[in-house]
């Protein structure tokens, strides 16, 4: 539910939707047997409630079915995208899949790790075809961090960087 709830939407935000919707109902099954506005309403301060409110919520029905069904079926489910599925495929469900958010893709960019035009659903492609399947989560983590707290969208700490002698872009402009 944190990764439907995550979408297009602030942390903060997310958890404030998280807090709202637990308050609302009491278990798991009554969100599942909750009528679809009722779970609008609960989750809005996440942003996109209608839209949210319509994902289905018992990952534990799909713990036997094999992961490129589970992937395909996960993204025939309306608001769900590649994203979204790969971080419930390898958060909620242990499957080695790779998440590729506005961090992860940026990294992967500037580092060389795909070609520069490359969108975010190629992006994940190059990484699901690349990275073992152990490596996968720490990988993960590891770029949203690195994204997050030092390869800024708008003003890279690139004098701070542990992969400066490794990134193609620290040559390119002196403005870093």
């Known amino acids: 539910m944190l990764t439907v709830l995550s979408q297009h ?3 903060t935000n997310r958890d404030r939707a998280y807090a709202d919707l637990r ?3 009491d278990t798991w099954d009554d969100v599942a047997d ?3 506005p009722a779970l609008a309403r609960a989750i809005r301060r996440g942003g996109l409630g209608p839209t949210k409110s319509g994902v ?3 990952e ?3 713990t036997n079915v094999p992961d490129r069904d589970l992937w395909n079926t996960l993204l025939a489910l309306p608001g769900v ?3 979204t599925a790969a971080c419930v495929l390898l958060f909620s469900l242990d499957r080695p899949y790779f998440p590729v958010d506005t961090h992860v893709h940026r990294v992967a960019i500037r580092l060389g790790l795909v070609p520069p035009r490359s969108g975010a659903v190629a992006t994940q492609a190059a990484f699901q075809e690349t990275v073992p399947d152990d490596e996968m989560y720490a990988l993960h983590m590891n770029l949203i961090r690195h994204g997050r707290e ?3 969208a708008q003003r890279p700490r690139c004098s701070e960087c ?4 490794l990134c193609p872009r620290i040559g390119v402009t002196t403005s870093r």
Do not use: E, I, M, Y
């Open 9 to 11: 939407t602030s942390d």
């Open 23 to 25: 308050r609302r109902f």
């Open 34 to 36: 909750a009528p679809l």
């Open 56 to 58: 289905p919520l018992d």
């Open 60 to 62: 534990r029905a799909f």
């Open 81 to 83: 995208g590649p994203k």
């Open 150 to 152: 030092v390869c800024a």
């Open 162 to 165: 542990v992969l400066r002698d």
